[in-house]
C-alpha cells in the first residue's frame, strides 16, 4: 500500500521542480528585458539553464530524501518477510510433526488440502490429495458416511465438531472441523502414541460405561434379587428384584437403610461359606413380598466387597418332588409290566430292572443290586444256557453292545434254548445309556403260525365251496375268489389285485343290469362306517338267478357271495301265479258273501215287519198256536238279521270302509244297554249277571254303537256257554290311560288247541253245550276294539271259565273328538 502512494508524492516534489525552474526562466526574462543591450536569445538559454539547474537540484534532494526512506521501509519489510518465513518455518515444522491434513475451503468452496496425504493410502494404492475427501475410498463405511455428514453439517451451518473414525487399514483417524475466520476448516490426524491410547481408553471406558448401564437395566428386568456390598458388609447397590423382594421402596432408601433380603444365620452362614471357600449355592428360607419362598443364594468376593444372586428355587423344589413321586409312580408302573425293562447308563452299568426282567432271567436278586455291566449280564445268561446259541458269542455280544453307539432304535429277535421267542428293542438314551425292552412273543409268535394255517385251510375249504366267493380289500381290489366265482363268471387268475370296477366291467357282459351291480360296488368301496351288508338278485343271460350278498368284513374288507336260486326262483313263480289266484277266489267270495248278505237283509226286513204287525194282531187276533209260530219266526229272523249285519261289518271292515262315530259314551248307561239286549236270555238260562262298576267311572271317547255291540257279543257268549245256576260278571274300570272292560263267566272254558283259533272267523265250537252261532262273534269284537286302538285278550282253560278283556285308550280321547267333529 506505501509502494502505491510513493508515485504520487513524487509527482508533487516534481511539479515544485519544474515551477521552480518556470519561476527562475521567468525572472530571468525579466532581467533580460530590464538589461538592455542583451541578446535575447542568449538571455533565454540562461533563463532555461538556472530553471534545469533549480530542478536537477531540487530533483536530487527529493531523491535522496525518498531514497532514504525507501531504504527504511525495505529493512522494515525484510523484517516482516524474515517474521513470515519463521512462522511458517514454524507453522510447517508444527504440521510434519505428526501425520495429519488440514483442508480449508475459500470462499468459492474450493478446497485446499495440506499436510501428509499418506494417511490416505491403501494397500497398493498410495495416498493422494484427491483421496482425502474421497473418506468411502479409505476409510470404514460407517465412518466415512458420518464424517460426510459432518463436513457437510460444518460448511453448511459452520457446526464444528470432534470425532474418531478407522480407516480400512485399521489406523485410528481424529477428525476435528470447525469454522475459523469465516472459512471451514476441517483437520485429520493420525493418532499414535499416548493419544492413540488415550482414545482407546476413552472409548474402552465409553464402552464399559455402557455395558455397566446395560447390565444394570438387565439386572433390573431379572426376577431374581442381586445385590452388591462394600467391604465393610453394608448393601452398597440392589436390583428392583431385591427391592421389591425387602420391601424397600426404591434403590436408594433400600441402600440407605440397609435392608436386608436374607436373615442373620443366613448371612453369617453365607461368610463362614465364603471364608472357606466353599462353591455352591446355599439353600436358605427367605420371607420374599409377604411369604415364606426357598432360595438358593450365591455370594462372592470380588476387590470392592462382595455380589451376591438369590434364586428362588420353591417352584423347583416341588416340581423335584412332583418329579419324584412320578418317578416313583412309574417305577411301581413299570413292576407291574408283563414286558421285562432294563435300564444302563452310559457306562453300561444297570441302573434299574423291573420285576419281569427278574423273573424272565431268573437272576439272583443280590447280582442285580450290585449294578452289573451289560457285558456281566451277558456273560452270566451265557453260562446260564439262557441266550440264543451262537457259533461265535464274542462277536454275537459285540453287536448287541454295539447298541450303545447307535442312533435308532434296532430290533432284533432271540430265539432262546427253552423254545421261546422274544423281541428285543434296544433303544439308546439321549443322555447316554441303553434300555431294553424284551416281550416274550412265544405265544403270538405261535398264534400267528396257527392262524396262518387256518387261513391256508380256509382258503382251500373256499375254494372247494359250489357257492361263488370272493373278498374285496379295503382299496376295492380283488383279493380272493374261489373256482366257483371265476368258473361263473369267466375270470382268470389275472384279475386278482384289480379294481372292482374291472372286475363289474367283466361281469356285466354275462349280467348286465347296472342296478345290482352299482350297489354292489358302493357296498365295497362305501365309507367304512357307513357300510352296511347288502343283499340282491343278479339274473344272467342263460337265465340263472343268483342271490347276492355283501357284507362288510371287520378287518374293512369286503365278503362277496353268490347262491344260485335259479330252482328256488321258479318254485316261487309258481306260488306267486298260485297266491294271486287264491287272492282273486276270496276277493270274489268276499265280494259275493257282501252281494248276497245285502241282497237277503232286505227281504228279512219285510219278514220281520210282517211278522210284528202279526204278533200286534193289527190284521186280526191270533191263536196261542199261531202267536208261538210268530215269536219263533220273530227270533229266529232277528237272529239271522244279526248273523247278516255281522257279515256286512266284516265286509265293511277288509274293505276299509268301516268308520267310527266317535261320541262321548257313559260307561255305566252303556253297560246297562248291552245287559238289556240279553235280559231275556239270562232269565231263560237261569244265568246270574253281577255288574263290578263304580258309580264314578265316568265316560270316554268312542263309538257308542260298537261298544254296545261289543258287550252284547262278549254276554251272549259267555251265557251260551255257562251252566243254569253259574254266573257271569261284568267289570268295569279304569287303569292309567286306558278303560278296562271284563266279560267273565264260570262255564266250561276252552282247550288250547280252540283258544289258538278263537278269533278266526266261521269258527265254532259248541264245546258240548246246547249254544249254536257261525263263529263271527269274537272276530267282530277283536275287530271293533282294534279299530279304537285298544287291545282284546282272553283267558281260559278247561273247567275253569272264560275271562275276556277289551282295553280302550282314553288319554286322547278329547283329541280324537275334536277331530272327529
Known amino acids: 500500500m506505501g509502494v502505491g502512494r510513493t508515485p504520487r508524492r513524487l509527482g508533487g516534489r516534481a511539479g515544485a521542480g519544474f515551477l521552480g525552474g518556470a519561476l527562475g526562466l521567468a525572472a530571468a526574462a525579466q532581467a533580460a528585458e530590464t538589461a538592455p543591450g542583451l541578446h535575447a536569445h542568449n538571455a533565454v538559454g540562461f533563463a532555461v539553464l538556472i530553471g534545469l539547474t533549480i530542478f536537477a537540484t531540487i530533483l536530487s534532494l527529493l531523491y535522496l530524501r525518498e531514497r532514504a526512506r525507501w531504504a527504511r521501509r525495505e529493512v522494515r519489510l525484510n523484517a516482516e518477510l524474515a517474521d513470515l518465513r519463521g512462522a511458517h518455518d514454524r507453522a510447517e515444522l508444527l504440521l510434519g510433526s505428526e501425520p495429519q491434513v488440514v483442508v480449508t475451503w475459500d470462499s468459492r468452496g474450493e478446497p485446499r488440502i495440506e499436510g501428509d496425504v499418506g494417511m490416505t493410502a491403501d494397500g497398493a494404492r498410495p495416498g493422494s490429495a484427491r483421496r482425502v475427501l474421497a473418506f468411502g475410498a479409505w476409510l470404514v463405511s460407517q465412518d466415512a458416511a458420518a464424517l460426510d455428514a459432518a463436513v457437510e453439517s460444518l460448511r453448511g451451518r459452520g457446526e464444528r465438531f470432534r470425532r474418531t473414525v478407522h480407516t480400512l487399514q485399521g489406523r485410528t483417524i481424529e477428525a476435528q472441523g470447525q469454522a475459523v475466520g469465516g472459512q471451514a476448516l476441517l483437520r485429520l490426524r493420525e493418532l499414535t502414541g499416548e493419544r492413540r491410547e488415550l482414545v482407546e481408553l476413552r472409548a474402552t471406558l465409553d464402552e464399559a460405561r455402557h455395558g455397566l ?66 462353591a455352591g449355592p446355599l439353600r436358605v428360607s427367605a420371607v420374599i413380598a409377604g411369604a415364606r419362598r426357598t432360595l438358593d443364594v450365591t455370594e462372592v468376593s470380588t476387590e470392592a466387597g462382595t455380589v451376591g444372586i438369590a434364586v428362588d428355587v420353591s417352584e423347583l423344589e416341588s416340581v423335584r418332588a412332583d418329579l419324584q413321586r412320578q418317578m416313583d409312580a412309574n417305577v411301581r408302573t413299570l413292576d407291574q409290566l408283563p414286558t421285562a425293562v432294563a435300564m444302563f447308563d452310559a457306562r453300561q452299568q444297570l441302573i434299574f430292572h423291573n420285576a419281569a426282567y427278574r423273573q424272565l432271567w431268573d437272576l439272583d436278586p443280590a447280582f442285580l443290586e450290585t449294578r452289573p455291566l451289560d457285558g456281566e449280564i451277558l456273560d452270566t445268561l451265557r453260562n446260564a444256557r439262557k441266550l440264543p446259541e451262537q457259533a461265535d458269542f464274542r462277536t454275537w455280544k459285540a453287536g448287541v453292545l454295539a447298541a450303545y453307539r447307535a442312533v435308532e432304535a434296532q430290533e432284533t429277535w432271540w430265539h432262546l434254548p427253552d423254545g421261546r421267542t422274544l423281541r428285543v428293542l434296544a433303544d439308546p438314551n439321549p443322555q447316554g445309556g441303553l434300555t431294553y425292552l424284551f416281550e416274550d412273543v412265544s405265544e403270538r409268535v405261535h398264534l400267528e403260525s396257527r392262524y396262518n394255517v387256518l387261513m391256508q385251510v380256509q382258503s382251500e375249504t373256499l375254494d372247494t365251496l359250489r357257492e361263488p366267493v370272493a373278498v374285496f380289500g379295503t382299496d376295492g381290489r380283488l383279493k380272493f375268489a374261489n373256482r366257483a366265482f371265476s368258473q361263473v363268471w369267466r375270470i382268470g387268475p389275472e384279475m386278482l389285485e384289480v379294481h372292482i370296477d374291472q372286475v363289474i366291467a367283466v361281469c356285466r357282459t354275462l349280467s348286465p343290469a347296472e342296478e345290482p351291480w352299482t350297489r354292489i360296488r358302493e357296498a365295497v368301496t362305501g365309507l367304512v362306517d357307513a357300510r352296511r351288508g347288502l343283499t340282491c338278485r343278479l339274473a344272467l343271460a342263460d337265465g340263472t338267478m343268483l342271490d347276492c350278498a ?269 277331530a272327529a267333529e
Open 550 to 818: 355283501a357284507e362288510p368284513l371287520p378287518d374293512g374288507a369286503t365278503l362277496l357271495t353268490h347262491i344260485d336260486v335259479t330252482a328256488s326262483v321258479n318254485v316261487e313263480r309258481a306260488l306267486t301265479d298260485k297266491n294271486e289266484a287264491l287272492e282273486r277266489t276270496t276277493r270274489l267270495r268276499d265280494e259275493f258273501v257282501h252281494h248276497v248278505s245285502y241282497e237277503l237283509r232286505s227281504p228279512l226286513t219285510n219278514i220281520i215287519g210282517f211278522t210284528e204287525l202279526l204278533g200286534d194282531e193289527t190284521v186280526g187276533a191270533l191263536n196261542p198256536r199261531q202267536r208261538e209260530y210268530a215269536d219263533h219266526i220273530m227270533r229266529s229272523s232277528a237272529a239271522l238279521l244279526v248273523i247278516i249285519n255281522d257279515i256286512l261289518d266284516l265286509a265293511s271292515i277288509d274293505a276299509g270302509s268301516m268308520e267310527l262315530t266317535r261320541e262321548r259314551v257313559d260307561v255305566q248307561t252303556t253297560i246297562a244297554a248291552a245287559v238289556r239286549g240279553i235280559g231275556d236270555r239270562l232269565a231263560e238260562a237261569d244265568i246270574a249277571l253281577v255288574l263290578d262298576v263304580p258309580a264314578d267311572i265316568g265316560s270316554f271317547v268312542a263309538d257308542g254303537k260298537r261298544v254296545r255291540q261289543i258287550l252284547f257279543n262278549l254276554l251272549s257268549n259267555a251265557v251260551g256257554f255257562s251252566a243254569p245256576g253259574q254266573q257271569v260278571r261284568v267289570c268295569a274300570r279304569k287303569d292309567g290311560e286306558s278303560l278296562v272292560l271284563e266279560v267273565i263267566d264260570q262255564g266250561r272254558g276252552m282247550p288250547p288247541e280252540v283258544m289258538a283259533r278263537v278269533f278266526e272267523r266261521f269258527e265254532s265250537n259248541t264245546l258240548g253245550t246246547r249254544h249254536r252261532g257261525v263263529g263271527l262273534g269274537l272276530s267282530i269284537v277283536r275287530s271293533f276294539v282294534e279299530l279304537h286302538g285298544g287291545r282284546i285278550d282272553i283267558a281260559s282253560s278247561p273247567g275253569a271259565g272264560t275271562r275276556v278283556t277289551c282295553t280302550f285308550p282314553v288319554g286322547d280321547g278329547e283329541a280324537r273328538l275334536a
Open 213 to 278: 448401564s446395560a447390565l444394570a437395566g438387565l439386572l433390573d428386568a431379572i426376577p431374581q434379587p442381586v445385590w452388591r456390598r462394600g467391604r465393610d458388609g453394608r448393601l452398597a447397590w440392589a436390583n428392583a428384584a431385591y427391592v421389591a423382594a425387602a420391601e424397600a421402596g426404591d434403590v436408594a432408601r433400600a441402600v440407605r437403610e440397609g435392608a436386608e433380603l436374607l436373615e442373620r444365620q443366613a448371612r453369617e452362614e453365607a461368610d463362614r461359606r465364603r471364608s472357606r471357600g466353599t
